[in-house]
């Protein structure tokens, strides 16, 4: 199971960090990332870490403003998102699996948390 957390209303320029946490050590061995989804659209892939960290993936318009980390130690993965946008505006989700072979398939993951709006303001 996933549970994010810290998301809220930002202004424009403003920055979140947004938390994942799992209920058990068997999040360390597991591919993590971030979606997002706003009403009427596709739930569209943010961020992706491999299981240790040691590759990371981002879709073209957070490059250079959003990092994806994990602490396995704490079972928890983060997404910290700096110079948000008011395009960043979603409910964003945290998910979780064994293995991809494309981050970006949401079809690829197991295992899903409930959300966390962000939104941000101008």
């Known amino acids: 199971q996933l549970v994010e957390s810290g998301g809220g209303v930002v202004q424009a320029g403003g920055s979140l960090r947004l938390s994942c946490g799992a209920f058990?050590?068997?999040?360390?061995?597991?591919?993590m990332s971030w979606f997002r989804q706003v009403p009427g659209k596709e739930r569209e892939f943010v961020a992706g870490i491999s299981w240790i960290g040691f590759e990371e993936y981002y879709r073209n318009s957070v490059k250079g403003r959003f990092y994806i980390s994990r602490d396995n130690a704490k079972n928890t993965g983060y997404l910290q998102m700096n110079n948000l946008r008011r395009e960043d505006t979603a409910v964003y989700y945290c998910?979780?699996?064994?293995?991809?072979?494309?981050?970006?398939?949401?079809?690829?993951?197991?295992?899903w948390g409930q959300g966390t709006q962000v939104t941000v303001s101008s």
């Open positions: 998910a979780a699996t064994r293995a991809v072979s494309d981050f970006q398939v949401r079809s690829s993951y197991d295992y």
């Open positions: 058990d050590a068997s999040f360390n061995s597991l591919v």
